[in-house]
């Protein structure tokens, strides 16, 4: 019986043959942008997900892991334009989150590429077989970084979607985000089990399918995030939305690129709760149409975070009642010295370890203790004025329980110690814990 391919194996075919030869074309010295001009046409119509069958077929025609890693050099640049369909992303300036999130996706294209390269062409007569799987290794615990782009997204970009009222657009990426990193972790297993068993053979081919089931969803996502995400949010976000993304991006981190460049602007940030959205005509022009209809059903959340009366802390605001049930809420009890060594406030929640009573405020501390430990308070006080410690703590059994305690200087904005925080906590349970919980189960 003879097989017939489909159309869409008779096109995928075409464009294999064609990719071949740009890349034979390139390995001979010819400049890649003729090349991106000559084929634009045929670059533009490769979907995301074409490129690891176009890769595999590529590897079938000899390419050695030395050629690799150059390969995948010339494939990213060669694809950019199917990845990048947007001109105006690729006028940012260096510094810019935009930018910063752009440039990750190239490395993790390349990374997943090189990955899906290795492994697709791996063969366990080969030669240098071990020092290939150590290449392996080392690509997938740095692809493992890729969470620090997907966390940037969700804590930085998503909660400004979420204030216009475009929910689907971070739910969706969300969870492909999510199902990319369950494939990764498919991925680490598969190539365990293929390291440590005697069985090799068996094993290869289950990493293998992993592998492409896991290049194909990063593929599509960055394409996604390129293509959809990124146009909205340059259409939608004013610079003081990017201000607000860069002064805290670098605690979350990122994807092999340190940001750094001409970027400096002098906007004050806007954080999600200050969020207003203006939508002008020459935005909707401007968004993808997969966003126009979405936006246009959308519903902002004007809901002011600070109420009237309430406290402005550095991170967020609380009113009264609520810092003080929060005290009492806590599983700990806390104890405040003031600079002058007088107790100042304790917290009293439902099951408070030590009892204290009101009459302990404005007590000087050093008569809160026994007289045989009054030495070990004013040590402990005076090496936090000095600077000397952080802490010190200490652990006793008390009622048949395991209490920790632990205390803390306080200092201002200025270094200077303003009072001393006593931290008593139960941990006789908390020592019961091994191994994880991660489902809730309540009866």
Known sequence: MIYMKTEKEIELSRKIEIIKGILERLTKGEDINKLK???????????????PLIEQELVKTGISPREIARVCELHVELFRESLISVKDLENLPAG???????????????????LNLLIQNLDIT????????????????????????????????????????????PRVLWRKQDEIMILLKKVKLAFK???????????????????TDFIRAVTEEIFRENNILFPTTKVL??????????????????????????????????????????ITQKMIEDLPKEIIELLSKAKQDVTPLAKEGDIE?????????????????????????????????????????FVRTKAVLGRPVEFCHPPRSVHIVKKILNAFK????DYADFWINFGGRLIYIKYVPVKNRKGDYIGTLEIVQDITDLKKIEGEKRILDWR
């Open 193 to 211: 089990k293929l390291v440590e068993s005697d069985n090799k053979q068996s094993y290869l081919k289950e990493l293998k399918k992993v592998t």
């Open 126 to 169: 080969q030669r240098n077989f071990n020092d290939i799987l150590s290449e392996i290794d080392n690509l997938i615990r740095q692809l493992y970084f890729i969470k620090k782009h997907f966390m940037r997204l969700q804590l930085q970009v998503f909660p400004y979607l979420e204030r216009i009222g475009l929910f689907a657009v």
């Open 96 to 114: 810019h989150p935009l930018d910063t999130f752009i440039r990750e996706n190239l490395e993790i294209l390349k990374d997943v590429e090189k």
């Open 313 to 353: 802390f550095e991170n967020g605001y609380l009113s009264i009642e609520e810092i003080k049930e929060i005290f009492n809420a806590l599983p700990i009890d806390i104890t405040f010295i003031d600079k002058d060594d007088r107790t100042k406030f304790f917290s009293h929640g439902k099951e408070r370890i």
């Open 386 to 389: 000095k600077g000397e410690r």
């Open 237 to 278: 976000f004013p610079e003081g939305v990017w201000v607000a993304i860069r002064e805290e991006e670098s605690l979350i981190g990122f994807y092999k690129i340190t940001p750094n460049g001409e970027w400096r602007p002098t906007t004050s940030p806007i954080y999600p709760y200050q969020f207003r959205l203006d």
């Open 37 to 51: 001009t000559e084929f634009k046409n045929i670059l533009s119509s490769i979907k995301p997900w074409e490129i």
